[in-house]
């Protein structure tokens, strides 16, 4: 047995070995659809991206029709560079870098030379194209932009970089993907499905028919189109706002997560970022560093969230057991908590929940902020547990929305203070500040959108996407997922009572919408920069947060204007503007739209910069 057990072995492996060579040759001849077999030419159709439509089916974002000529450099021989590069508008130093560059990707395989030529571009070179053997051309689609708002939405589409080339096989040199906004977060829905023909060649590289009889051929498939949850009319309307501005606007629709609008500004024409001027006008808004139109203020930067946190601060009094609606603290123009230590305030006398939020007051959440702290033997136990909470909200933590950009704000916990304070010396007073939105606490502008959604909930969210429909797909469902905060549903009736207040009692008076009813909160947080190495104290950010109706909740937004000054003053205003526009699709106050529009902080930022000579975030 063993004797024969070799001989066996030996001819089952070689079976085997002509089985395969059998298979591959005679069965299978799919290995000669290599891009690399001289015999056999490949071309590629790109599909056309899927559309982008907002909430309302008005279309967004469609295609346009472009050419980019290739190159496979084994094949050019003898051609008139000069007539060449005439016909192209090129010089003939760029024929030559594109050359070697194309060289050293392969000298085989094609390479992009020349992008993104328009139709009559691309019919002069198509005439004389014989003559310059080795070149072609392959229809690309670009992206058509119908509206001149939403760039930091939808992205852009852009080539494919070598290390995308390297990790994804679909890709190959010259093709366009998806870069920020949806464009990257949506690519692989969007960009649909190329077909591939395969055409058999003869010894002078001439295409003689096609390959097998079209046998492994395919067809392109369009991408899927998308609706966003975005509203279109509302989102020109926020940008219209911001001009002369800078900051962000988020709103969203509480009992779903959708994104009504998220404008940023500075921003830019979506329209620069398509063509052959792409390129030039990419690297201007990229080194803008003083207005930074290509840096999204509503998803990226972090702010001390200011009084708006107040709303916060009540809640886990409410939940610990610290407060309740009828406890009172006196207020004498600001809050004493400790030797030498006062916190200012512009309110005076008894304040109980109610008033307290809606004039804002800091005696009031400072002492409700030192009672939840002192209720636990530890500071630093008191802290967590209160961290535990805003937790709960989605804070300190990215949000998980579908834009591939974004923050996580910062909660601090005892850890962050044992780092502050390495003798562990610190207690209540040492951070009261957090009571009010300032201190070590920082949000970003859909963060505070998303927590004023989850207080018109009464205490759940969603978790905030822009995508609202995927034809032929669902939606993920991570997005239908309800969140529950840690706060009773009870503890939010007294709270929301207090915030429509602000528009009848409080800091907001004024600023109402006949025939709405507002929920919401000034904020005035304090903005410091450090000038030759000293911590200085610039113009104040203007934040304001609502909601409404306040039954049965439409829209949740959240505004922070840079250096704007006090909450009511231009924040406050927009916040009631958004709201109307949305809910009624007009404006009736007019009074408040000229000041907004007339409103310019270009002056505040130009002196700013001039004077300390820093950019402001």
Known sequence: MRKSLLPILVIAFTLILIARIFYLQILNDSFKLKAENNSIKIEY???????????????????????????VPREVQNIDTLEFCKLLGISKNNFIKSIIKAKKFSTRLPSLFLAQLNHSEISAFQEKMRNFPGFYFQKRMLRNYEVNYGANIFGFITQVNEESLREHS???????TGKQGIEESYERILRGTKGVKYFQKDKFNKKIGSYKNGKYDTISVKGSDINLSIDGE??????????????????????TGQILALVTAPSYDPALLVGRSKSKNYTKLYYDSIAKPLYDRGLLAEYPPGSPFKILTGLIGLQEGVIYESTTFICNHGFSYGRGSFMKCHGSG????????????????GNAYMLTIKKYLKPSEGVDIWGNYLKSFGLGNYMGYDLPIGRK????????????????????????????GQGEVLMTPIQLANMMAAIANHGYYYTPHIVRKITGQTIDPKFTTKHITTIDEKNFLPVIDGLFDV?????????????????????????????????????DHSIF????????????????????????????????????????????????????????????????????????N
């Open 45 to 71: 159709e790109i599909p056309e991206r899927g559309n982008i439509y907002d909430r309302n089916g008005k279309l967004l974002v469609t295609n346009q029709t472009s050419y980019d000529i290739m190159v």
């Open 170 to 176: 679909y890709y190959k040199n010259g093709d366009l």
């Open 234 to 255: 509302l989102q020109a309307y926020g940008q219209q706002l911001m001009i002369n501005k800078r900051g962000g606007i988020v709103a969203i629709e509480p009992k």
């Open 350 to 365: 008894p304040h109980q929940l109610n008033n307290g939020i809606y004039n804002s007051c800091n005696t009031y959440f």
């Open 409 to 436: 704000g910062k909660i601090p916990t005892s850890e962050t203070y044992n780092k502050i304070y390495p003798n562990r010396k610190w207690k209540s007073t040492t951070i009261v500040s957090n009571a009010i």
């Open 503 to 539: 528009y009848n009692y409080g800091t907001a008076r004024g600023l109402n919408v006949s025939g709405i009813d507002i929920c919401g909160k000034t904020g005035t947080a304090e903005n410091f920069a450090k000038v030759d190495g000293k911590r200085v104290q610039l113009e």
């Open 545 to 616: 947060v609502a909601f409404a109706p306040k039954n049965n909740p439409k829209i949740a937004i959240a505004i922070l204007i840079e250096n704007g000054g006090a909450g009511r003053t231009i924040a406050g205003p927009i916040a009631s503007l958004m709201i109307e526009k949305y809910l009624k699709r007009k404006i009736s106050r007019t009074d408040l739209e000229i000041k907004v529009l007339n409103t310019s902080l270009k002056n505040q930022y130009d002196l700013s910069l001039n004077k300390n000579k820093i950019y402001l």
